[in-house]
């Protein structure tokens, strides 16, 4: 991967000890998911926010005020990441966008055919997640795609802002481990590994340990070079 315009694809998981902001903010673009909001320690730049349907609804085609969208979400959303998000949802660079499935033109069947086009052995079983959607939306474009804070094994679920799971510092944690309600966490994590395995992805980022001074899990995937040179540089 080099020559190419690199595109940072940020998920939710958050790292409490391994500062990744400078990480982050060095690629050339990135794209963050539905409430994710930056300056927590997962870089400090927004190009483009991509948002699942019924999101980009309440916040642009037909935009709720604060409390609208508080009322709307405080049920599963932390109140507090809400209203960060309402206040702080604008793109910070010249390249601002706004994503929707709609638009960017993805789905179940088309990320399916796609990696069958690749020669996947995986597939999802269900409608994917927002982060997989832009990332299968990138792979039709002549860019390089990293990911960073998304899981990349079967673990605890964590994420920044949602509320049904207990707190635990600015995340949030699942009792149930790896649960995904009308997702196919499992699918999506063996998809991902495929793709960074065959060099379509550089899912580096993902294998990091949340220690101060950085290191890798222990796992077959290995990172890239790429990767290695930046946390070095």
């Not at 935009?63 to 960060?84: A, C, M, Q, S, W």
């Amino acid at each position: 991967m080099n020559g190419k315009e690199k595109l940072v694809i940020i998920g939710n998981k958050p790292y409490f000890n391994f500062k990744l902001d400078s990480i982050i903010d060095s690629f050339d673009r990135n794209v963050r998911c539905n409430m994710s909001i930056p300056n927590l320690n997962n870089g400090t730049k927004c190009d483009g926010w991509a948002l699942c349907d019924h999101v980009y609804e309440n916040v642009i085609t037909k935009p709720l005020t604060e409390e609208g969208l508080v009322n709307r979400y405080k049920t599963n959303y932390d109140v507090g990441k809400i209203r960060e998000f309402y206040t702080n949802k604008k793109p910070t660079s010249e390249y601002s966008f706004f994503l929707e499935p709609r638009t960017m033109g993805v789905n179940k069947n088309i990320c399916n055919d796609l990696l069958r086009q690749l020669g996947s052995p995986h597939i999802f079983s269900k409608d994917p997640r927002m982060g997989y959607l832009v990332l299968f939306w990138a792979l039709q474009y002549d860019v390089e795609i990293y990911v960073s804070n998304w899981s990349i094994t079967d673990e605890e679920r964590v994420t920044y802002y949602v509320k049904q799971y207990q707190t635990l510092g600015c995340g949030t944690k699942t009792n149930t481990p790896y649960e995904v309600p009308g997702h196919d966490a499992k699918s999506e994590v063996s998809i991902l590994r495929w793709l960074h395995q065959n060099n379509h992805i550089d899912a580096s980022l993902c294998l990091l340990e949340d220690e101060e001074v950085y290191s890798f899990i222990k796992d077959e995937l290995q990172p890239t070079q790429y990767i290695i040179d930046k946390l070095n540089s």
